[in-house]
């Protein structure tokens, strides 16, 4: 029972661990598949966290608090969009300051809240009957809002992007924007919105960070989480179906660093579980079938309006 209990335990605390991972991978999928890298994810997160923080700690509403992390992360979406579409500056290095930019707001605002908890979060939701299912129902119908948010947003990114009309116009702003264009598509507003859509799960990503996951706010709460995202995305090729798997396997990853512990390990290896598991992943899955690792052919690539 003490195994069957701690397996229970592990489970639940791996699909905790995936799901700020799955929202953000989802949000950079949609992102990434339009054209526009960006590097900015973990910066993102860390103002949705913040945000939902704060406004959570004083108004008592979770909700709203996610509402304003969710307009906040898209509203420092739209520097990295301007920079990236309409300056056609360096994708990479606007990511980047976005990240800095990001955990430097985070860092700010944060500071005055350290330590403080919250009177009220967003807590575990238990589905009546599915829960009561031996071994299954505590591991996927004692969770929190988030993580069927999470499933039910990559379904329905993976809908879109596969079978409307809006997801092969995002498709086909990364792969071909010239003869996009010629169908009278504004690429420049397809990816404007793309990054403005992907900066609302990321800072929805963080959020769950901050009023789900835990109930007090520390400094450098994403923890490098926005790295993964932008990892994971390569892992999913680009498919946010893929992402659910991907997702919850490095939610286990997290998990096993806090297992491996008592054992001795030393925690500066444990961090890097993360990592290695990225690229012993990536490696592997390139050598098995090459081909399918594709990402968006104008991925990261500037495009001006008119440009043949």
């Known amino acids: 029972m003490d195994d069957m209990n701690m397996m229970i335990s592990v489970a639940q605390r791996t699909l905790v661990a995936g799901t700020p991972l799955l929202l953000g991978t989802i949000g950079e999928i949609i992102c990434e598949r339009s054209g526009i890298l960006n590097l900015g994810v973990e910066g993102v997160m860390a103002v949705g966290a913040v945000s939902a923080f704060i406004v959570t700690l004083h108004t008592g509403n979770p909700w709203l608090g996610l509402g304003v992390a969710i307009a906040a992360g898209m509203l420092v979406s739209i520097i990295h969009a301007f920079a990236s579409i309409s300056l056609q500056s360096n994708q990479v290095v606007s990511g980047l300051a976005l990240t800095m ?28 009957y599915l829960s009561d299912i031996p071994v299954v129902g505590p591991i996927f119908f004692k969770q929190s809002p988030f993580f069927y948010l999470a499933i039910l947003l990559a379904i329905a990114a993976w809908f879109v992007l596969e079978y409307t009309l809006l997801g092969i116009r995002i498709r086909s702003t990364g792969e071909n924007p010239q003869a996009t264009e010629t169908q009278g598509v504004n690429v420049s507003l397809v990816r404007y919105l793309a990054v403005i859509v992907g900066g609302g ?16 706010w520390i400094e450098g709460m994403t923890a490098g989480r926005g790295w993964i995202v932008i990892a994971l995305t390569i892992f999913a090729l680009w498919n946010p179906m893929r992402a ?25 290896f444990l961090a890097m ?28 690539e500037p495009y001006r309006r008119g440009e043949r």
């Open 101 to 128: 930019l990001g955990l430097g707001m985070a860092g700010l605002l944060g500071k005055p809240y350290v330590g403080k908890p919250l009177a009220v979060k967003i807590d575990d939701l238990t589905i009546p």
């Open 201 to 216: 799960f990321s800072a929805m990503a963080g959020a769950h960070l901050s009023i789900s996951y835990s109930n007090s």
């Open 244 to 268: 659910i798997v991907g997702a919850f396997l490095f939610g286990g990853i997290f998990v096993l660093q806090y297992l491996l512990q008592p054992l001795g390990i030393s925690p500066n």
């Open 273 to 300: 579980l993360p990592y290695l598991a990225t690229l012993l992943v990536l490696l592997v899955g390139g050598l098995r079938d090459r081909r399918r690792l594709n990402a968006p052919a104008m991925l990261g």
